[in-house]
């Protein structure tokens, strides 16, 4: 019987956090430029559930953290890329903050 | 007020706050707004909305002053332009572009104003070190017929990122038809961008400035 709560209680935080992810981390193709980058940062700012936005060419990186309670679905930002003309490879959810990732970014680690 | 455009593009040049080749469509929402100088043969201010990634529209003032002769033309046009494709690649994206449009010149080998049609292509690849493109633009009208071909490569010092100041080294090759200038017209340039900022300037094998300057918003 208390093997249940011990699987249980896990599985429903890890299903929070992912409910709730602070950063959605996207590897993308084709990022070359500041001119790109500028591009995808204009579209992925026109969500109301966007609280900020990290590029990076040197990780093919684009990051959004989310404002509290909301969420963007992974296909509206394919979308979004794809309507800004980049193809999107990965998408990750993760509860890594912006600010903290921005930092990480700055030292050079993917 | 074109001079002046372009004149301001070279102050920004020579003052060291200069950009890969410009293209005609910069991202969905965005407007371009381009002027160039080119070594006293060429002048051209362009303005275009792209309300897609792949599509664009606009216009733009081309003045061309031959150096073989004292032939002059003032073209004011109207164009629209389009991503045939793009190739987002891991570390590279590749990009074939379109062109035409009409518009309305002058020149000092005819009379009035004729009717002037454009058309035009660019391929490039650019990666965050190895840039390479081709442009073909042509303009033509029942009273003359003038195409600008240029080659670029260039090659960057360093990898730029998003928020810092990008540097490209680059070589230019131009050819005029139309009786605008006899051979290649080579040029080294340097080209810096920084968030929508871009500018480039350099000197032509002739010893005269050649300097294009960009703002994406």
């Known amino acids: 019987m208390k093997f249940l709560p011990r699987v249980l209680i896990p599985l429903l935080l890890l299903a929070s956090a992912s409910a709730q992810a602070a950063t959605i981390e996207m590897n993308v193709n084709g990022l070359v430029c500041a001119f790109c980058a500028q591009g995808i940062e204009k579209q992925l700012r026109k969500f109301p559930a966007t609280a900020d936005v990290v590029v990076s060419l040197e990780q093919k990186l684009v990051a959004v953290s989310l404002k509290d309670g909301q969420d963007i679905s992974d296909a509206e930002l394919r979308r979004a890329l794809t309507n800004a003309g980049y193809t999107v490879k990965a998408i990750e959810r993760t509860q890594t903050p912006i600010a903290e990732l921005r930092e990480r970014l700055k030292q050079g680690k993917p | ?217």
């Open chain 2, 1 to 217: 007020m074109l001079r002046w455009s372009v004149g301001l593009a070279g102050a920004c040049a020579l003052a060291g706050s200069i950009t890969v080749m410009a293209k005609p469509i910069a991202f969905a929402g965005g407007y371009t707004v381009m002027a160039e100088y080119g070594a006293g043969t060429m002048e051209e201010l362009q303005l275009f909305y792209a309300p897609r990634y792949d599509f664009s529209f606009g216009g733009g003032h081309l003045e061309l002053d031959s150096d073989e002769t004292t032939k002059t033309r003032s073209i004011n046009y109207a164009r629209l332009n389009y991503l045939l494709h793009r190739w987002n690649l891991d570390n590279a994206q590749a990009n074939v572009f379109v062109w035409g449009g009409v518009g309305s010149a002058t020149g000092n080998t005819f009379t009035g104003s004729v009717l002037a049609e454009n058309a035009g292509a660019q391929a490039d690849y650019e990666t965050r070190r190895i840039y390479a493109s081709f442009k073909t633009d042509w303009q033509g009208s029942s009273a003359f017929s003038h195409r600008i071909d240029t080659l670029q490569l260039g090659l960057a010092p360093y990898r730029h990122e998003y928020g810092g100041i990008a540097t490209w080294f680059l070589v230019q090759a131009r050819q005029y038809t139309g009786g605008i200038h006899r051979g290649t017209e080579s040029a080294l340039l340097l080209r810096l961008f920084k968030g929508g900022v871009w500018v480039e300037a350099g000197v032509t094998n002739g010893g005269k400035l050649q300097a294009m300057a960009m703002v994406n918003f």
